[in-house]
């Protein structure tokens, strides 16, 4: 442990970075225990774990894999609109080379009937996993140079591929939706140990970013970085190089989110995978304590307890029976909920009272 | 200390504390209708939060503030600008990009039809200025002129935006040339003459004498006392900032003489015909082990620029460097610090501090950066060498995880300095290591200096303050309209350098 997220020695669970998010999460569950009957009861199915908390959990998936990446970039001082365009290409790249029938490609023999055969992929699984997570990276490749060296605002640098990356992917597909048969690529999004298997790779990423952030040096240079450009580049730290790096790494997470959100569906659709993905994401690290445009500080297990807030909103609201139209409404009034506790009046408040408890306790 | 009716402002029992610092500890404070108020004390003296509280910037834990005999409590920094509190502060807080006009009437705008209108804007701009005898273009960016003209134009804006009873100036003389705060005390005068209390923060005892009428000491978050300026000879006003007696400079002096017998005979670093189109013209210039060249001239003068290019912030368009007698090349900030090279800058704010990442951090920056994104130093090894640092210094921190903006701007400078001294460099260049830090540590520094350069570093060091240049220099190199000038060395005659440094001598 670095202890850098980590409050100082003695400091008070009110003065954690963590505090805000999670307590709305906690204020969410609450409302779902005394509203929502049975929202916490688990059923055990063919050895799988069933039940609107797990749902939660897989539903915050490819968010959460995208709040991971996001976090680097927004800790930069930048942002990356574009990683839901990015998962629309990498689906599309997975997906036909899985299937490649649409694109006319001549193979020996019924393309259609060898397609629908559960077991066939015209590409080795390997590569179906690989190259897609090679191009996505090329994408934040792409992000990172129109920032770090073009010097190009991150929001217009991004923009530019998040209006084409749509585009891209419906050329990729002939924009089609390439159906997917393949159970082996299914299992990514759907299978199960105990838990969703993707709940696996989201906490499998988790740690290997929070190991590479704060093992090495990256995690540093990321926050100086972010601070203040200037001052790490006089202190030696290339700081163009760490945004490009930054966006690398937003590009990889958003081809990770595209293999987990297309084997999920068993499809690549090109006009849906991931739309507005990014928001959720930029919520999600905002959420988690991460200054959107100031940079500077990040917080990882903050934007995955910020995904978490968001599902999670999302699924109680289901469950009360508000209608799909209304939940963004809804979502609103959470994150106003979050910004206010961030806000340093409020934080004044809290840790004022945090005092006074503690003294009482003292004195008692 | 005297509080009577003739007192615009008492401030009473003052307390403020931040996470770890107690900054204010029952501090009193008085300031008279037309009288200029000098409020000295040593980095972390407390002088800063002072203002914070009376500012409103910053709320007290508890006193008293009375202000025109009504007891006040001052919510914001807008709220003490109504009540007729007017600041500015050590580091200017205006918008570079924005006109000098927009800068000085922003918020205040004449307005015409609904839509502003600029020409009054930029005539009622430079009515103001001319005020202050100063002459500028109104309708260019704030940012194209030098720091001494922002730090004139906030002290007018400062003056415009509320009918001040109370100017604060904070270290407002710290980047001004000599003419330029004659100038500024000049208006200070008048001010006085017209009523206005001024409370004055600098680290220039002898702006202290020049201007103040009155002084409040404080040391260590506490009131030492106030007194009438005129009637504390100097050495007993340092000796109440310091807690102590000053440090003897003749044994500097005496240091720096037996030191020089110890300068190697090799070029450890050498710039020939070395310079940068627009940046600053080419100079040849010969670095030794063990030798501290000192750069003597004024502010825009091509000091920076010059520490910049042997640094590789700037990249030189002509000339050669070499280290070691190996040919450099290509220049960036990294590969310096590989060649062990140094560059403590100017700018603290901009270029130095990361302020939000903790005293640890800021101190192990450079040396990781050295070491690449791989070769991570442990958490364990980052707080040793924070440590070692933190008491070679002297640096007042509750501990190496304080985020580096709650410690004084002194303190701040020594993080920096540390941040360097890590990396343990065979050539340092200092640009302005002293500048906003008191008379102790200033001290501290220059004496620091020259051990380090007993020990075979080499310095380049920089500042605007000539005796402290002539202090802790074997040899000084003065630099005029961007372009090298004379060298002097051994017994320096400081009128010789006087005349070059302003153009009027040979």
């Known amino acids: 442990m670095t202890g850098r997220s980590m409050p100082a020695k003695g400091a008070r669970i009110t003065e954690s970075r963590l505090f805000p998010p999670t307590l709305a999460l906690g204020l969410i569950l609450l409302f779902d225990l005394l509203f929502v009957p049975g929202f916490f009861s688990m059923d055990v199915k063919d050895g799988h774990l069933y039940g609107s908390l797990v749902d939660i959990l897989r539903n915050s998936v490819p968010v959460g894999i995208l709040a991971i990446g996001m976090t680097l970039v927004i800790a930069t001082g930048g942002v990356d609109l574009s990683v839901g365009a990015v998962m629309a290409i990498a689906a599309s790249v997975a997906c036909i080379m899985i299937n490649p029938t649409i694109i006319g490609l001549q193979l020996s023999g019924d393309i259609t009937s060898l397609v629908s055969d559960p077991d066939y992929s015209f590409a080795p699984m390997w590569a179906v996993i690989l190259v897609p997570l090679v191009v996505a990276s090329l994408c934040g490749l792409w992000n990172g140079v129109l920032v770090a060296y073009f010097r190009i605002q991150p929001m217009v640098a991004t923009l530019i591929l998040m209006i084409a990356g749509r585009g891209i992917a419906q050329l990729i597909t002939n924009a089609i939706k390439i159906i997917i048969f393949n159970d082996t690529y299914a299992f990514i999004g759907n299978g199960w140990f105990g838990l969703p298997f993707s709940v696996y790779i989201l906490a499998l990423l988790f740690v290997a970013t929070w190991l590479l952030t704060r093992r090495t040096a990256v995690g540093l240079f990321v926050e100086s970085v972010g601070i203040n450009a200037r001052s790490s580049f006089y202190s030696g730290v290339r700081e163009q190089r760490v945004k490009l790096f930054a966006y690398i790494f937003c590009g990889f997470c958003a081809g990770v989110a595209a293999l987990v959100a297309s084997s999920s569906i068993r499809t690549s659709d090109a006009n849906q995978i991931g739309l507005y993905f990014e928001l959720d994401a930029i919520l999600a690290v905002v959420i988690g304590g991460t200054l959107l445009g100031a940079g500077g500080r990040f917080s990882l297990l903050g934007s995955i307890i910020g995904a978490l807030v968001i599902q999670a909103t999302t699924t109680s609201m289901y469950a009360v029976g508000v209608a799909a139209s209304a939940i963004l409404a809804v979502k609103a009034v959470v994150v106003i909920i979050v910004i206010v506790l961030y806000s340093q009046q409020v934080q004044a408040v809290i840790q004022g009272a945090g005092s006074r408890i503690r003294r009482k306790a003292a004195a008692s | ?506």
């Open chain 2, 1 to 506: 200390m005297t509080t009577g009716d003739s007192d615009i402002l008492v401030m009473d029992g003052i307390a403020k504390s931040f996470p770890g610092v107690q900054a204010l500890d029952a501090v009193s404070f008085s300031l008279a209708r037309g009288e200029i108020h000098a409020l000295v004390g040593e980095n972390g003296a407390g002088k800063s939060t002072l203002i914070k509280v009376l500012t409103g910037v910053e709320r007290p834990d508890g006193g008293t503030i009375t202000l025109d005999g009504r007891a006040v409590t001052i919510r914001s920094p807008l709220h003490a600008q109504e009540l007729g509190i007017s600041t500015v502060y050590q580091e200017v807080n205006l918008c570079p990009n924005l006109t000098v006009a927009e800068n000085l009437l922003i918020g205040r705008q004449p307005m015409r039809w609904g839509r502003v209108d600029w020409g009054r804007v930029n005539r009622r701009a430079r009515e103001i200025l001319s005020g202050l005898d100063i002459d500028i273009d109104v309708t260019r960016p704030l940012g194209s002129y030098s720091v001494a003209v922002q730090q004139m134009a906030a002290i007018a804006r400062a003056l415009v935006i509320s009918s001040a009873k109370v100017l604060v100036l904070d270290e407002p003389t710290s980047s001004l040339t000599v003419h330029e705060t004659e100038q500024l005390f000049g208006v200070m005068r008048k001010l006085r003459a017209d009523g206005i209390a001024i409370v004055f923060i600098t680290h220039f005892l002898d702006q202290v004498y020049e201007i103040s009428d009155r002084v409040t000491v404080l040391r260590n978050g506490r009131l030492v006392g106030a007194y009438e300026t005129a009637a504390l000879p100097r050495h007993n006003l340092i000796g109440l900032m310091l807690g102590r007696t000053l440090t003897d400079l003749d044994a500097l002096v005496r240091h720096k003489m037996e030191s020089s017998q110890r300068i190697g005979s090799e070029a450890l670093l050498e710039a020939q015909g070395l310079g940068a189109a627009g940046i600053i013209k080419p100079f040849d210039l010969v670095l030794h082990a063990g030798e501290v060249v000192g750069l003597a001239g004024l502010l825009g003068s091509g000091r920076t620029e010059v520490a910049q290019l042997l640094f590789g912030i700037e990249r030189p368009t002509e000339g050669t460097l070499t280290m070691d007698g190996t040919a450099v090349v290509g220049s960036s900030p990294i590969a310096s610090i590989k060649r062990r090279v140094a560059l403590c800058p100017e700018d603290r704010k901009a270029e130095g501090i990361l302020a939000d990442l903790t005293v640890r951090e800021n101190i192990v920056l450079a040396i990781q950066a050295r070491r690449g994104w791989l070769r991570h130093l442990s958490t364990r090894e980052q707080v040793e060498i924070a440590e070692r640092y933190i008491r070679l210094l002297n640096i007042a921190t509750p501990s190496v995880e304080q985020p580096v903006k709650n410690l004084s701007g002194g303190n701040q400078q020594k993080v920096i300095l540390a941040r360097w001294l890590a990396t343990e460099p065979r050539l340092l260049i200092l640009d302005e290591p002293t500048r906003g830090i008191d008379v102790g540590t200033k001290a501290d520094i220059q004496k620091l200096v020259l051990s380090l350069a007993d020990e075979g570093m080499s310095c380049v060091f920089i500042s605007s303050e000539l005796d402290e240049v002539l202090r802790t220099s074997h040899r000084i190199v003065v630099l005029r309209d961007r372009a090298k000038g004379s060298e002097f060395s051994g017994e320096v005659d400081e009128t010789a350098i006087m005349s070059a440094i302003g153009g009027t001598g040979a």
